[in-house]
């Protein structure tokens, strides 16, 4: 059954306006085998992403954020398709690119590319800068309107490195450096999106901006979507344009930046917030202090209904018996909870009514 | 007072901190590798009382994990050449026979590592790690030990501490090997706990649950803590005064009040102002500190900060060629900067403040 959450992606887009989408993705869902003894028999699955819908608009930054191991990584793979998913559907520039062959893959491999959170195991150490950033167009068998070497040295100084860099060895570079080398091999094919996965949670804090104030940049200048992977929620405000919350492979909560930092619905995203450690003493006592207990349950065998809800300070016997939906409660603002915070002056009875999916 | 601590021999009673309890000296900790000498620590002082907690924070490279090693006796033998002075209540670890150091170890000061899996044996049960911890310096029956190692397991909030106690350390997840990892720390009741980024490799809801074990467990026992760490969000949830380190040295000292609401060290300045915050209304735009965090081998001659300060013109070109002294420029402030107090105050008043 795929018409309902096709819906749910569809109506979303519409309600809160916006430019044309460029990704539809559509009850997305990833289980990776779980496989045991001498005939590697399938004995279970980890349910890595497990029905995600949602769209990006061109030109804006979507971040999914949310716990290690709850899925972003996974969700990212698959839109760039370096993972093929399980279930659901992804429409890229209208065109179904879900079940895409290798041989098909190619232009799609041009318009969309990862950025990897390890600017040190990302980048080949025998490789210098330059065969990095030009592997793309020889991978691409792609003609450059100058010399391939004209044409990295010109991409090296769009990231900020020096066109003399292009004979030097990854080795030689510091974290923040990779970093850009990284970008720059992203950007060599002039891609429409890049889905870039932690892109600075391996750099010092002053690096970091560095390089946030980088993909900035670039996106103004050269009109990039990006799909960005991140749990520093400092950081994510900062970059995003809307931000999906993420839970054991399911979304709970998406929304435009404001909203979701003044006034988020979703409980686990509440206490997302509340955990963020202040740099500022006199907040030591005077927060509110959500502090949720224990840790992510796994993926293999996740809980019932509603996956928060054994962490959760809000359940009820409802949470675990029925699933709550991702319904729209305000505009923009999808939320999947049965006891919502921060709703205060919404007619709720009426917008949950006729959201999609319903149990 | 304007003696310089960072001088071999400098006077002792010029230091960050007040007391007696540990005391760092001009600590210096080089390793000779093919390419030169890495000057991991160079001229570090430091005092800490029991019941204070200090925040060691700066960029990866500056030194912090090699101090805290340096402090536990921890690096392996003929790999660094260390000197200065480490005093705990006055006797000087620096030297000390290994024996002596690994009796120390355990009774009086305890480490908290990053990667908990690192600390942690894989091929024994958890119980028996803290069991066989707590026997080295405790004259007590097996049971006894065990019954204790259940204790400490149910007070850093292991569920079901009776039988979790006997499995192995895979069988935990990170948040809850990091709370083993504690409860093996804490076992002998140490008057100095290093916690090395206790929380880096944490979620941030598992995170802020051993912030508040750290600090609940700290105030129980009334131990010395060092926190060391990046974040300086988590440093401002836990210490009473802060040292920043650059290059193997410090740059400032003062109480953590102080450095939020009143840095005085362009570095602490740049690390304040590049991070995005979100106590704060949201910036247009990030404003990083320029350029790349020094090479420890050719360390920037003068003030190792310069090639990155914007401030270094103002001083006359002491900055390329006199590295600063570590000085006292108000109670319990230490600064090593250049920038005379009235540019410095200039700067704070009119370019940082409105920015912070
Ligand atoms: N055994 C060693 N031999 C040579 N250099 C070393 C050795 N141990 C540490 N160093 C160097 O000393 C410097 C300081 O290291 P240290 O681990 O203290 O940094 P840190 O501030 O804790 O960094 P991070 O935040 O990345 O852990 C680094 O340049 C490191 O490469
Ligand atoms: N190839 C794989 N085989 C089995 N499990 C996997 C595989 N890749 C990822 N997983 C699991 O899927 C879940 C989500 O992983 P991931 O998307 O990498 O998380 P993160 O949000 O931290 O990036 C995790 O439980 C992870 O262990
Ligand atoms: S549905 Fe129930 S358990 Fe889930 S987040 Fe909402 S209140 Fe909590
Ligand atoms: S001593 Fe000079 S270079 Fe160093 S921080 Fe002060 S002003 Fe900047
Ligand atoms: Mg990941
Ligand atoms: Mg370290």
New binding site residues.
């Given amino acids: 059954m795929t018409s309902a959450p096709t819906n749910a992606a569809s109506s979303q887009s519409n309600a809160s306006g916006g430019g044309e989408d460029i990704l539809v993705v559509t009850d997305l869902q990833?289980h990776?085998p779980?496989r045991r003894g001498l005939l590697q028999r399938k004995v279970g699955a980890?349910q890595?992403?497990d029905g995600m819908s949602f769209t990006v608009r061109k030109g804006e930054t979507l971040s999914l954020v949310?716990?290690?191991?709850?899925?972003?990584?996974?969700?990212?793979?698959m839109l760039t398709r370096l993972l093929e998913p399980t279930g659901g559907t992804i429409l890229f520039e209208g065109r179904d690119i879900t079940h895409i062959s290798m041989g098909k893959m190619r232009p799609l491999r041009r318009d969309v590319q990862m950025i990897f959170q390890d600017p040190y195991g990302s980048l080949n150490p025998r490789h210098t800068v330059g065969t990095i950033v030009g592997a793309p167009f020889r991978l691409q068998n792609v003609k450059t309107e100058h010399s391939t070497k004209k044409t990295v040295q010109e991409l090296l100084e769009l990231v900020g490195l020096s066109p003399e860099h292009y004979n030097r060895y990854p080795h030689e570079f510091s974290g923040g450096q990779r970093q850009r080398i990284g970008i720059a091999r992203a950007l060599a094919l002039k891609p429409k999106l890049i889905v870039a996965?932690?892109p600075v949670s391996a750099l010092d804090v002053s690096i970091q901006a560095q390089v946030i104030n980088l993909l900035e940049d670039l996106q103004d200048e050269l009109g990039l979507t990006y799909v960005t992977?991140a749990?520093d929620l400092s950081v994510v405000r900062h970059m995003s344009d809307r931000v999906a919350v993420?839970y054991l492979?399911k979304m709970v909560e998406i929304a435009d930046r404001t909203p979701l930092y003044e006034r988020p619905m979703h409980p686990y995203t509440v206490a997302l917030m509340s955990a963020v450690p202040i740099p500022d003493t006199g907040r030591r006592t005077k927060r509110d202090r959500i502090r949720l207990e224990g840790d992510v349950p796994?993926?293999?065998n996740p809980p019932s209904a509603c996956r928060f809800h054994t962490r959760c300070w809000k359940a009820k016997e409802i949470c675990s018996t029925i699933e709550p939906p991702l319904a729209e409660l305000a505009p923009g603002h999808r939320v999947a909870c049965h006891f919502p915070e921060n709703l205060i002056d919404l007619p709720v009875p009426a917008v949950r009514a006729d959201s999609p999916a319903a149990p | 007072m304007t003696t310089s601590p960072t001088l071999e021999g400098g006077d002792p009673a010029v230091r960050p901190g007040i007391g007696g309890f540990l005391q760092v000296k001009d600590l210096r900790v080089h390793f000779p590798t093919d390419d030169g000498v890495v000057k991991s620590v160079d001229g570090l002082s430091f005092n800490l009382e029991l019941g204070e907690t200090l925040g060691i924070v700066g960029e990866s490279g500056s030194g912090k994990s090699v101090t805290s090693l340096s402090i536990m006796g921890l690096h392996p033998p003929g790999t660094a050449k260390i000197s200065g002075q480490v005093l705990l209540k006055g006797d000087n670890l620096i030297g000390a026979s290994r024996e002596h150091i690994r009796k120390l170890r355990g009774k009086n000061m305890a480490m908290i590592f990053q990667d908990p899996l690192s600390a942690m044996h894989p091929y024994y049960t958890v119980g028996h790690q803290i069991i066989e911890a707590y026997r080295v310096h405790n004259n007590v029956s097996k049971q006894v030990a065990r019954k204790h190692a259940i204790d400490m397991l149910g007070r850093v909030g292991i569920p079901q501490p009776g039988s979790r106690v006997d499995e192995y350390p895979h069988q935990f997840s990170g948040g809850m090997r990091q709370r083993a990892m504690i409860a093996m720390a804490l076992s002998c009741d140490p008057e100095l706990l290093i916690a090395d980024e206790p929380t880096t490799a944490l979620d941030v809801t598992v995170q802020a649950q051993i912030l508040d074990l750290i600090r609940d467990l700290q105030q129980e026992f009334n131990s010395a803590v060092i926190i060391i760490t990046h974040d300086l969000g988590v440093v401002a949830e836990l210490a009473d005064n802060i040292l920043v380190m650059y290059a193997g040295r410090a740059a400032e000292y003062a109480t953590a009040h102080e450095i939020f609401t009143a840095p005085q060290h362009p570095y602490t300045w740049g690390l304040l102002g590049s991070m995005p915050r979100l106590d704060r209304e949201r910036a247009e735009r990030l404003r990083p500190i320029p350029g790349t965090p020094p090479s420890l081998i050719n360390v920037p001659t003068g003030c190792p900060f310069h090639p990155r300060c914007v401030y270094a013109e103002l001083n006359g070109g002491a900055c390329e060629t006199d590295r600063p002294e570590f000085l006292e420029i108000s109670p319990r402030h230490f600064l090593a900067c250049h920038l005379s107090s009235q540019d410095r105050q200039r700067v704070w008043e009119n370019d940082i403040k409105p920015m912070l």
């Fill in positions: 990833k990776f779980i980890v890595a992403v949310g716990e290690s191991g709850c899925g972003k990584t996974t969700t990212g793979r996965d932690e992977i749990h993420m492979g796994s993926p293999i």
